[in-house]
C-alpha cells in the first residue's frame, strides 16, 4: 500500500469514528466500526483513543504509522447516522464498497429529523401516557399533554436558533411547568403534582446515561464519566427551571 492510499483510508477512518462520536454512539462501538472498516480497506490495525471531545487515531501498514487528531463536536443524537455508518462498514467488509465508494457515502451523509409537528403531538401523548400510569385523573392528563407539547415546541425552537443545550432544557422546563400550573391555579383535577411531574418526562437525558453507564462498564472511564457530568448538568438545568417556575408560582 502506498503512502498516499493509508493516507486516505486513514482519513475515511477518523471521519466515520469523529461521526459515530459526534452523534451519540457508546466509545466500544467506535472502536469496533473503525478498526473494522480500515482493515476492509487495507489497513493492518487501527487503534484509537477516545476523550471527552477528541479522539487519536494510528493505522499501521508494513510498519509504517500514521497518526491524526480530530477534535469531537456533539451534534445532537441520531440513530440514523450511526446505522448508516454501520452499513457502510458491512458493506465494505463484503467487498461492495471500495475506499472511493466509502468516501462518496461519508460525505452525503446528512442527519434526518422527523417533522416537528408529529414530534410535537407525540411528546404530548407520551408524556400524557406516563401521567396516566403514575394515576393521574383524565384533567391531569390533557394538562400534561398541553404542557409537554408546549415545552417540546419551546425546545425545538431554541434549538433551531442555536441556543446553548443547559439554557434550552432550563427555559423549557420552565415553559412546561408555567403551564402545568394550570391545575394548581384552577381546581380542574385531583392529581395536579402528577401533571407537573410527569410533563418534564421529556427533558430526562436518559440516552446520555445509558451511554455513560456503558462506556465506564467498557472501560472508557473517561468519555464515561465526561458523558456522566453532562448529562448530570442537563437535569441541574431542568432542576433550576422547574424550580423558578413553581417559586413564581408558589407552588411551594
Known amino acids: 500500500m502506498y503512502a498516499e492510499s493509508q493516507n486516505d483510508i486513514t482519513r475515511l477512518v477518523v471521519q466515520c469514528a469523529q461521526l459515530l462520536l459526534a452523534y451519540g454512539a457508546e466509545s466500544d462501538l467506535v472502536e469496533e466500526i473503525s478498526q473494522r472498516l480500515g482493515k476492509a480497506l487495507g489497513l493492518a490495525s487501527v487503534e484509537l483513543s477516545i476523550s471527552s471531545n477528541a479522539l487519536v487515531l494510528t493505522s499501521l501498514v508494513h510498519g509504517r504509522c500514521i497518526t491524526t487528531t480530530r477534535r469531537i463536536r456533539a451534534h445532537g443524537i ?10 457502510i462498514c458491512l458493506l465494505t467488509e463484503k467487498g461492495i464498497y471500495s475506499a472511493n465508494e466509502v468516501r462518496r457515502r461519508l460525505a452525503r451523509i446528512e442527519p434526518r429529523t422527523y417533522p416537528a ?45 442555536h ?38 418526562l421529556l427533558l430526562v437525558p436518559g440516552f446520555p446515561l445509558i451511554n455513560a453507564i456503558s462506556d465506564m462498564v467498557k472501560g472508557h472511564m473517561n468519555v464515561g464519566i465526561s458523558r456522566w457530568g453532562t448529562a448530570s448538568l442537563l437535569t441541574l438545568a431542568s432542576v433550576i427551571g422547574i424550580t423558578i417556575a413553581m417559586q413564581l408560582g408558589g407552588i411551594f
Open 78 to 87: 441520531n440513530m440514523m447516522v450511526v446505522c448508516e455508518l454501520q452499513r
Open 117 to 161: 409537528k408529529f414530534v410535537i403531538p407525540m411528546i404530548g401523548l407520551s408524556c400524557a401516557s406516563f401521567c396516566h400510569l403514575f394515576g393521574g385523573d383524565l384533567m391531569a392528563c390533557l394538562i400534561t399533554f398541553f404542557a409537554a407539547a408546549a415545552g417540546m415546541s419551546v425546545r425545538l425552537f431554541l434549538a433551531s436558533k
Open 163 to 200: 441556543y446553548n443545550l443547559l439554557v434550552n432544557f432550563a427555559i423549557t422546563a420552565f415553559c412546561i411547568n408555567v403551564v402545568a400550573q394550570v391545575g394548581y391555579v384552577w381546581p380542574v383535577t385531583e392529581t395536579p403534582q402528577t401533571a407537573m411531574a410527569a410533563s418534564v
